[in-house]
């Protein structure tokens, strides 16, 4: 599809009144939403490999419903509940949060509690409430677990437990010297000035990481700090050692003997595997990434994992300019075979069976003929064979494994489909249910129409890039209409953002009913397509992807 603008100069700009507004604001997402129903389930997975979800039905109500995911029944928790679980009684607590607790971090086992009080991390006993300073040293901007990477700060802790709940792996943050950012938050009355840490670009000092393991199963809680210099404060999954609200780059061996981790350096060029002993502090080095612009091993989570049992390391590199999988030795750091090949990029890791050597993994593009944006899930054994497909609908598919890694929900959609969840097999992909499919019926009975997906060549026709476009429902094809173009050129997301169905993307609808076509296309620097693709956006941010 190609789009003409015309704007001559003797246009006379058009008139619009509180009738063309009104019209305008229902078609945002505070009054389409409402309109869907049969959408958006996310799966509360139970220990016995049944899970829950709710969501909002045609008559507006959002029962419980529960599933057998072996069986593939459904039963609404509301008319049956004997049938359902019943709700888990809450974790002891005191009747008010004591004066100076942060948000705490529960143990794998549900026991302890790890927070932050005064620069030093504390755990608290979650049965009768006992709390117990595991640091001592930690002051003023140099303390343990915290949050601030600049750019975004909490009073959370940044901690991983180990598997038995006996240790942490955290860090001592050092940014003492660091320069400070100011904000002035202005209201009725006196404004209020923030400060924090915040290392800009140029600055000599940044913000520094000292690796310690907190040894809990002592008599008296042990800090074994790591034998290596500081770290820079970075993962290869953002730009904070805290990605989705937890340690990134860090990974307990099963039995809590050690700890692997990423270091990264501050420009996201070097990324070293380590293995640190959690009794003695040791280092080695395992293998090391090196690049000349970026690197970044996925999408919201690492695409690595240790492998203990069998002495191995799944890792992720793009040099092939696909983010790929690889093999290696996890002594040596010897590379044994690559594991997936082929156009479409490694976007996360979603299970492994180091048993039968077998990796589920999400990945975009692989699929011809189709947005190389939709995600699915596919199955391969660890030897590069049997890769399979095991979400076949043309469309962006979320997925969410069992416990177990024996069945998996997925939901998909497109920006012109509403979504439907299934319930599949994960070895055989076969359809044990269909769960909800969305209705959007009442939206459609509105006048609303979804966007077009449309795709053009980029200026210097080297790819084809993708996006939406979003038209007045009461189009005239006769006539021409000037563009908005809604830009975010990145280089860590594109304009159109997620692939899903949605009723309302931001307010482009509503944009368009004012007499406009509004477009979103995702220019190159994209991070989830090519190596080249993502690279082409490097130190160019100048660059608006007009």
Not at 437 to 442: A, E, F, N, R
Request: neutral net charge.
């Amino acid at each position: 599809m190609s789009v003409v603008v015309a704007t001559p100069a003797f246009a006379q700009p058009r008139v619009l009144t509180a009738a063309d507004y009104a019209r305008a604001e229902r078609f945002l997402g505070f009054n389409t939403t409402p309109l869907v129903s049969g959408t958006g389930v996310v799966p509360s997975w139970l220990p016995d490999g049944r899970f829950t979800y709710r969501v909002r039905q045609a008559d507006g109500s959002s029962p419980l419903m529960l599933v057998d995911a072996v069986k593939g029944t459904k039963t609404n928790c509301a008319t049956t509940p004997s049938a359902c679980p019943a709700a888990p009684a809450p974790a002891a607590a005191p009747a008010q949060r004591p004066r100076g607790r942060a948000p705490e971090v529960l143990s794998p086992d549900g026991t302890k509690a790890a927070f932050i009080r005064d620069w030093n991390l504390w755990v608290r006993d979650v049965a009768t409430n006992q709390e117990t300073q595991v640091t001592t040293d930690g002051v003023k901007d140099y303390g343990y677990a915290t949050d601030n990477a600049g750019w975004v700060h909490s009073d959370r802790a940044i901690l991983l437990w180990s598997p038995d709940s006996k240790k942490i792996a955290t860090f001592q943050q050092d940014q003492r010297k660091v320069g400070e950012m100011y904000l002035v938050r202005t209201k009725v009355g006196h404004p209020e000035l923030s400060a924090w840490k915040y290392p800009l670009p140029g600055d000599s000092i940044v913000s520094m990481i000292e690796r310690v393991v907190i040894d809990l199963s002592a008599p008296t809680p042990k800090v074994v700090r790591f034998r290596m210099p500081p770290d820079e404060h970075r993962s290869s999954v953002c730009d904070h050692i805290a990605c989705g609200g937890k340690l990134a780059d860090t990974e307990w061996y099963p039995d809590g003997s050690q700890v692997a981790f990423l270091s990264n350096s501050r420009d996201h060029k070097i990324a070293t595997l380590r293995v640190a002993d959690a009794a003695t502090g040791a280092v080695r080095d395992v293998l090391r990434e090196e690049v000349a612009t970026q690197f970044e091993s996925g999408d919201g989570d690492q695409n690595w994992r240790v492998l203990p049992s069998s002495n191995e390391v799944i890792w992720f590199s793009e040099r092939d300019d696909w983010g790929q999988l690889y093999l290696y030795d996890l002594t040596t750091g010897a590379l044994k075979s690559q594991i997936t090949t082929g156009e479409g990029p490694v976007l996360s890791i979603e299970r492994i069976d180091p048993k039968s050597r077998t990796i589920w993994f999400v990945a975009a593009g692989k699929e011809k003929g189709r947005d190389p944006y939709f995600r699915h899930l596919y199955r391969i054994g660890m030897n590069g064979k049997g890769l399979t497909l095991l979400t076949p609908e043309d469309g962006d598919h979320n997925v969410s494994l069992s416990p177990d890694g024996t069945r998996f929900v997925d939901s998909w959609s497109r920006a012109d489909l509403p979504q439907t969840a299934v319930l599949r097999d994960t070895k055989t992909a076969k359809l044990i249910a269909t769960l909800e499919t969305g209705d959007i019926s009442k939206l459609v009975a509105t006048g609303w129409k979804p966007p077009t997906r449309i795709s053009v060549k980029d200026r210097n026709n080297t790819w084809d890039l993708y996006g939406l476009m979003w038209t007045p429902t009461t189009l005239d094809s006769t006539k021409q209409y000037p563009i908005i173009n809604y830009i975010y050129p990145g280089p860590q997301g594109g304009s159109v953002g997620s692939r899903q169905f949605s009723a309302a993307t931001r307010d482009n609808q509503a944009l368009a009913e004012l007499g406009f076509i509004v477009v979103a296309i995702d220019g190159t620097g994209n991070p989830t397509r090519s190596k080249s693709f993502h690279d082409a956006y490097y130190g160019r941010m100048s660059d608006n992807t007009l």
